[in-house]
């Protein structure tokens, strides 16, 4: 998958010889690929700013409180001990990306990871705002920065600085929440340090990584990257050279009766890409799949006037004029699995109610008589997933003969999004017991809904 060096003097296209980073000057061709990631690139922008912002069921559309260890995900309510849905949740986005890969390529990377749409549609464009194109740059970086070039650079990095503040304040709003951003950005950093910390060290980062590691972070560190040769094949959708097409590459001259394919060898695909690489040497692990190389030759070729789609987003087999075969065992195996994956996530979530309880047995005897009562003690854990403080109050069933005992008091009051634990004392006449046992249900009522049954299995003498 990546492209293999043949000899010492090859380096990887973000390297010079000597190993140190050779900074790459992407040009920008405004073509049809293009002005279509654009679209989507800030309608997610968008969505990523809007996400922490929008109110569901009073409760922020995304929220992973880590302070409170509370999520909440499009008005449902989670806490870290709802372990089965968390994971499942997980392992549905894993498959999910998976399985798009399989199909797509790396779809992902060009159209939808933020390294790429903040790289190409924030920073990038603000780059050239203030320090013109790509041509440009590199002739202004070779020389000693001086005067009005060190002035743009020098203001450039301020506004980098005010974006980047921005989006780790956008960040940390979805581990921390807005309203709680909102208050501390109003305080003095001395009075919340570690939230301070976090905005700061996110703000670092992210200027870090958009102003100077760039494509490093996918050449280099991204692991996804590295996952792809596993997760394609043969068959997945990939940006391509076509050879067949192209080759011998070379630039005709007048009265040339060279038989060359439609390839000019302008670099046009090689200066336009963002990880440096040439696509004419077949699929490389650099690729992110943006598409910019098939905008940049699709132009040429117009010029040219020849067919566009040199570069294009295609499969092996269909380069070759073969079928490309889309329902391969792995697509279909991880189609279903990502299907399944999906309705007990669907399934998980529609059992939750706004109201769980869950009851745990105190250690020690599992039963105690008092005079011809039998008493057994519980651990109750009541969490509420509402978006309102709730008010619980234990009732027993009208002809029950239980008899309940709430310590500190019967009126449970919990606040949105978190739980209680109470202890919960129950007894009943040993007379009431059939093999040392009976079967006690009890009603946790609370204002304006359905009263949630909590089933007990009371334990007494045989
Ligand atoms: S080869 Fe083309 S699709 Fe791949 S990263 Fe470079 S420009 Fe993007
Ligand atoms: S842009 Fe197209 S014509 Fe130019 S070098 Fe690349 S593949 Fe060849």
């Known amino acids: 998958m990546s492209k293999i060096l043949n000899s010492p003097d090859e380096v990887l296209s973000t390297l010079n010889k000597d190993g140190s980073r050779k900074w790459v000057y992407p040009t920008l061709v405004k073509g049809v690929w293009w002005k279509r990631r654009m679209i989507v690139a800030y309608a997610l922008i968008a969505v990523f700013i809007a996400m922490p912002l929008i109110n569901i069921n009073g409760h922020p559309a995304i ?13 449902w309510v989670f806490s870290p001990t709802d372990t089965e849905i968390l994971m499942v949740f997980g392992l549905t986005i894993l ?93 003095s950093p001395a009075d919340h340090p570690s939230l301070f910390g976090l905005v700061s060290g996110m703000t670092a980062l992210i200027l870090f990584d958009f102003g100077y590691f760039r494509e490093q972070m996918c050449t280099i560190a991204c692991p996804y990257a590295r996952l792809q040769s596993v997760l394609i094949d043969n068959d997945s959708m990939i940006v391509s050279y076509d050879p067949f097409r192209g080759e011998p590459r070379g630039k005709k001259k007048k009265g040339d009766d060279l038989d060359l394919g439609d390839c000019v060898a302008c670099n046009a695909c090689v200066r ?91 250690g020690g005897a599992p039963f105690v008589m008092v005079q011809d009562d039998v008493l057994n003690t519980y651990k109750v854990r009541i969490e509420n997933r509402t978006g309102d403080l709730q008010k619980v109050e234990f009732h027993k069933e009208a002809d029950s003969k ?40 009890l009603h946790l009522k609370h204002k304006g809904q359905e009263d949630v049954l909590v089933n007990l299995h009371m334990i007494g003498p045989k």
């Not at 098939?294 to 070729?301: R, Y």
């Not at 008899?403 to 978190?418: D, M, P, T, Y």
């Open 63 to 75: 929220l992973f409180d880590i302070f409170t260890w509370k999520f909440s995900l499009f008005g």
């Open 95 to 187: 498959v999910a990306v998976v399985f798009v890969t399989a199909l797509f390529g790396r779809v992902w990377c060009g159209w939808g990871c933020p390294q790429t749409v903040y790289l190409e549609f924030i920073y990038r464009p603000i780059e050239a705002l203030f320090e013109g194109k790509a041509a440009k740059r590199r002739r202004t970086d070779s020389k000693k920065l001086k005067g009005a070039d060190l002035a743009k650079k020098i203001l450039k990095w301020c506004v980098y600085f005010l974006v980047s503040f921005g989006l780790a304040h956008v960040f940390v709003a979805y581990i921390a929440g807005w309203e709680r951003l909102g208050s501390f950005m109003t305080q």
């Open 272 to 362: 336009t890409c963002p990880t440096g690489i040439d696509i004419r040497d077949g699929l490389q692990m650099e690729c992110i799949g943006c598409l910019q190389c098939v905008d940049a030759c699709d132009e040429i070729m117009i010029k040219v006037d020849r067919p566009v789609g040199l570069i294009r987003y295609t499969s092996q087999p269909a380069l070759e004029k073969k079928k490309t075969n889309i329902f391969r065992p792995r697509v279909i195996l991880y189609g279903i699995l990502f299907v399944v994956l999906l309705s007990i996530f669907g399934i998980l979530i529609g059992g939750t109610k706004a109201i769980s309880v869950k009851v745990f047995r105190t």
């Open 402 to 441: 239980v008899n309940l005992f709430v310590a500190g008091g019967g009126k449970i009051e919990i606040e949105s999004g978190r739980f209680k634990k109470v202890v919960l004392r129950l007894s009943l006449p040993k007379t009431e017991f059939k093999n040392g046992k009976a079967d006690i249900v």
